[in-house]
């Protein structure tokens, strides 16, 4: 059962702590700010298709795929949430995808257990994500 994957709360913003602007998310996340400005040099285009990131769908695709042992759509999830976080500079995310895309490509089953190991990594990261949109400035 993969449900304790969707608990995982990234939580709301912690009182009394100072909002971050896009520069200082990037690095909260532990991702090179730089390198993805040099491919969108617009701040307020960055901050806003990082705040859409929030609400895509990918990642709950993903989950249950993963839960109905859908090969099909656990690929279509993994590949397109891979695409947003490689839009965004997530390398980290993208990685950890790629991972689990090169897993699946071999066995080309979607064993829950398996595929469990995997998820909590990108769950980890992708939460962390969240997180940090959460902080970020109005």
Do not use: W
């Amino acid at each position: 059962d993969l449900s304790y994957l969707t608990d995982m709360d990234p939580g709301l913003p912690v009182q009394g702590r100072k909002p971050m602007n896009i520069q200082e998310f990037y690095r909260f996340i532990n991702e090179d700010f730089n390198d993805f400005f040099s491919r969108l040099p617009n701040v307020s285009s960055i901050e806003k298709f990082v705040r859409q990131f929030e609400i895509d769908q990918s990642y709950s695709k993903l989950l249950s795929s993963v839960q109905d042992e859908n090969v099909q759509n656990t690929f279509a999830a993994l590949l397109t949430l891979k695409g947003i976080a490689l839009n965004l500079g997530f390398r980290h995310l993208s990685d950890s995808l790629d991972s689990m895309l090169v897993h699946l490509r071999k066995t080309g089953i979607v064993d829950r257990e398996q595929c469990a190991q995997f998820l909590q990594e990108i769950s980890i990261i992708y939460n962390n994500i969240i997180d940090g949109i959460h902080q970020l400035e109005l």
